[in-house]
């Protein structure tokens, strides 16, 4: 079984230019996060969906960062424009719950992350 | 507040040692807890989960104890191996599946 693609898996920009991350979940997980993880710190959570809706993005900084999961599938997210702060690693996650569970303890499977390096 | 947070950045073991990684957090309605292993350049690979209903869970050469009372997690590596050199998160779903991550805990094994 494939597990979490993303890409591109190295990035550099110059500040205040746009740049997007991709990701493709595993297949059948209806639940997909995005972190955001400094160096020497653990994964923050930015952004979590459930199928194509988004139901956790208070940690998004939603003036310049936007994400979008069309058809409950594949991720987007974006950061527009970069500031010299963004340079992080970007990392997707996804986990599968079954449709209308409330059940949580659902472990995420990680990929290996978008380093970003603004410059 | 809520956080998940690791009493060490780093601990060196000798090889074949056992290591034991601790973990404290904050949230006492935290249900599920979950230890990931991140080696350089990777994305954190699970380890280990252990639900509030249980006090420890065992996997191979690993153990998770959970004791809810002082509200700690650890983390024990039996025979630590070369490949067991990595940074080692806890991590706490508060609700819902929203996974919160600690600082980590880097492992250095010596030879």
């Known amino acids: 079984e494939a597990g979490v693609v993303q890409s591109p898996r190295y990035k550099i920009i110059e500040k205040k230019q746009p740049v997007a991350f991709w990701c493709n979940p595993i297949?059948?997980?209806?639940?997909l996060y995005w972190y955001l993880q400094n160096l020497g710190q653990g994964p923050e959570l930015l952004i979590r969906?459930?199928?194509?809706?988004?139901?956790?993005d208070s940690q998004l900084p939603k003036d310049r960062f936007s994400a979008e999961r069309l058809k409950g599938v594949d991720s987007t997210l974006k950061i527009q424009p970069a500031e010299l702060g963004d340079s992080a690693v970007y990392l997707c996650?996804?986990?599968?719950?079954?449709?209308?569970?409330?059940?949580?303890?659902?472990?995420?499977?990680f990929g290996q992350g978008t380093r970003l390096t603004v410059v | 507040g809520e956080s998940v947070g690791l009493h060490l950045p780093t601990l060196s073991v000798q090889e074949g040692d056992n290591s034991i990684i601790n973990c404290a957090y904050s949230?006492?309605?935290?249900?599920?807890f979950i230890w990931y292993k991140q080696e350089s350049g990777k994305g954190p690979q699970f380890i280990i989960d252990?639900?509030?209903?249980?006090d420890k869970r065992q996997g191979q050469r690993v153990t998770v104890l959970l004791n809810k009372t002082v509200k700690h997690l650890s983390l024990q590596i039996a025979a630590t191996q070369p490949g067991d050199s990595a940074v080692y998160f806890c991590?706490?779903?508060?609700?819902?599946?929203?996974?919160?991550f600690g600082k980590g805990t880097r492992l250095h094994i010596l030879p």
């Open positions: 297949s059948g997980h209806n639940t």
């Open positions: 949230n006492s309605a935290s249900d599920y």
């Open positions: 996650a996804s986990s599968r719950r079954p449709r209308g569970s409330k059940q949580t303890n659902t472990e995420a499977f």
């Open positions: 252990i639900r509030s209903n249980m």
């Open positions: 991590a706490e779903n508060l609700y819902d599946d929203k996974i919160i």
């Open positions: 969906y459930e199928n194509e809706e988004a139901v956790d």
